[in-house]
């Protein structure tokens, strides 16, 4: 099934994902005090001067703050990438879950002054649950978690964003906001990767995509943190079969053994996915993914640069980018060296370098 080419908006640069569409980046940071705000706010701005450009920074804060004060204002004021925003996360009240006045207000500002993607959890339930309890790690997502928290510490027949969806909806499409609908059960080992528990929720997924599309919205089907290679092109199988909304992968980690390489086995597998045509918007993963701190600014600039890659690679396969390598191979070629822009020979080949032979040709 032909992936929906979508477009979020933006005041100066609106981006286009999807089909026959560059792969985009997508960058996520956040702070829970608000003494750790600085810091990111001084990540966003080296960002904003690197050479290797991401498209999106999606707002993971967990403390509710002030508009003007929050890190998607920041991004719509200082930058030009676009603002996405995870609400449940700074919706959370403890000891009560979370309150759907709250949750819809968080929603509706954020709109209304610009975030152009929001990622919401709808599809906790106890059925999709119970599919969990012989996993390794049952439970691995975050604002997943909270929402299904939520649905049973206030005894909720449905989870509050089923319940607030249509509203939801109907906010999307005045403000021209996209959803991307998260994926909480995905599996946090590789083990368990596309049990029935996430072949269940991908279903849902699939159906919770296809009823915002009904609505007039913009839906984007957010795919699995940790995979392993044969269940990652399994599940885009699936997802080719069955539905048309872009994709956007959480890595994902074809190993679970990566720990301080995480980096490099996300975009291995973000690879993975873009190959198999699911890859349309990817969620940078860091080298201390699963070490307990934050990621600093040479840690994230790293992850970009390596995503910045995985990227190019997906998108030689998805609209054939080339040039680039075709230039390097000329470059090569011109220069008779493996070296570009540099005419001295490779020290391992020395005088038998093969490029050197260029009478030949």
């Keep these: 099934m032909k992936k929906n080419k979508i477009t979020l908006s933006h005041h ?30 001084q990540k966003i701005s080296q960002l904003n001067r690197y050479q290797n450009k991401i498209n999106v920074i999606t707002d993971l804060s967990t403390c509710r703050i002030s508009i003007k004060e929050s890190l998607w204002y920041h991004v719509l004021q200082n930058t030009d990438f676009i603002a996405a925003l995870v609400p449940v996360y700074h919706c959370w009240i403890k000891g009560e879950g979370l309150n759907k006045s709250l949750l819809l207000e968080s929603i509706i500002e954020a709109a209304e002054n610009g975030v152009s993607l929001i990622t919401i959890h709808p599809t906790p339930s106890r059925t ?3 599919l969990c309890k012989d996993r390794i790690i049952p439970v691995t997502s ?31 499409v005045k403000h021209n906001m996209a959803i991307s609908i998260g994926t909480s059960f995905r599996s946090a ?16 997924q699939i159906k919770i995509a296809d009823y915002i599309t009904a609505g007039g919205g913009t839906a984007i089907i957010e795919t699995p943190g940790h995979a392993s290679p044969h269940n ?11 539905s048309s909304a872009p994709i956007m992968p959480l890595g994902p980690m074809p190993t679970d053994i990566g720990m301080e390489l995480d980096d490099v086995a996300a975009a291995i ?38 995503y910045t890659l995985a990227k190019h690679i997906i998108d030689i396969s998805k609209i054939n980018d080339c040039k680039d390598d075709k230039n390097i191979s000329e470059q ?9 822009d540099n005419q001295s020979i490779c020290t391992r080949c020395s005088e038998y370098c093969p490029l050197i032979l260029k009478d030949l040709w």
């Design 332 to 340: 090569r070629r011109s220069f008779c060296s493996c070296i570009p």
């Design 12 to 41: 100066t640069s609106p981006l286009a994902i999807g089909a026959e569409e560059p792969t985009a980046l997508n960058l996520l940071l956040g702070f829970n005090t608000p003494a750790e705000r600085e810091l990111e706010y």
């Design 269 to 306: 597998g973000a690879v993975l996915m873009g190959i198999n045509h699911c890859a349309d918007l990817l969620s940078i993963v860091t080298s201390i993914e699963h070490t307990g701190g934050l990621p600093d600014i040479q840690t994230l600039l790293k992850a970009v640069d390596i």
């Design 232 to 242: 990652i092109t399994l599940i885009c199988d699936y997802l080719n079969q069955s």
């Design 189 to 204: 080992s590789i083990i368990d990767s596309f049990d029935a528990a996430y072949q269940a929720e991908l279903i849902e």
């Design 142 to 172: 975050r604002g997943g978690g909270m929402v299904l928290n939520d649905l049973i510490l206030n005894n909720r027949e449905i989870n509050i964003y089923l319940e607030l969806l249509p509203e939801i909806i109907e906010i999307s």
């Design 128 to 130: 999709l649950a119970s």
